[in-house]
């Protein structure tokens, strides 16, 4: 099956759960996770109408950059694990952040934009599942954030939105609950601060729950892209 037919039947399921969710398909954003995918990958779906992609290595990412330099409409996101002597790379690179999983990130951000005096969208990455093993913020503490208006702190970086990673073991009933609380801490958050507008939750396996539970945007490479071979290790770098 081509990219075109695969993201072509992706869509027709967004349709169809969005419905049974009482929701409209358009409300909806798919990001196309390209880790191992080439460029000329990213340009058949952006063809199909994936017009947002996200990355998980900056190295690979910034490998593909040229071939994707003439493209019009990407968006590109940054969904991977945060090493903050990468940062200023990040941040030249891609339009949206999404996995700021911890304060001294933030503060390093607003550093690195202050000095030009640009801002870059951002997004919280959230452990709502209380895995011990997950990068973010737990949501006890993003209640402290919001109510005191902490990220006022932060005038370039434009907090839009909150991301989560749906347990990997657990079931449907148990992904459900998971997702169904990421819902409600975000209609909190926004209450209280109305720029949050974005929900990223639900990858290949789990986007249908996702979705029933109220996710505005899914990060989907699977899906798209088909079983890839599994990535080698990014070659060391002395940055």
Known sequence: MSIAERVQELFLEIESLAREAGRRPEEITVVAAT?????????????????????????EAEAKAPDLSGATGLTSHFIGRIQTNKLRRILALFDVIQSVDRPEVLDKIERILA????????????????????????????DSWFGQKLFERYPHVVIRGLMTVGAPD??????????????????KFRRIDPRLEVLSMGMSQD?????????????????????RAQAAPPPKSSA
Do not use: W
């Not at 657990?170 to 209609?187: C, L, W, Y």
């Not at 986007?207 to 079983?227: D, H, K, N, Q, W």
């Open 35 to 59: 880790k191992t995918v080439g460029a000329a990958g990213i340009l058949e779906a952006a063809a199909s109408g994936i017009a947002h992609y996200g990355e998980n290595r900056l190295q």
């Open 115 to 142: 000095e030009s005096g640009v801002t870059k969208t951002a997004y919280l990455e959230v452990n709502i599942s209380g895995e011990g093993t997950k990068a973010g913020f737990i949501p006890e503490e993003l």
């Open 170 to 187: 657990g079931d449907s009933t148990e992904i459900r609950r998971d997702f169904r609380r990421m819902r409600e801490h975000f209609e």
């Open 207 to 227: 986007f249908p729950e996702a979705i029933l539970e109220g996710s505005t945007m899914i990060r989907v490479g699977t899906r798209i892209f088909g079983e």
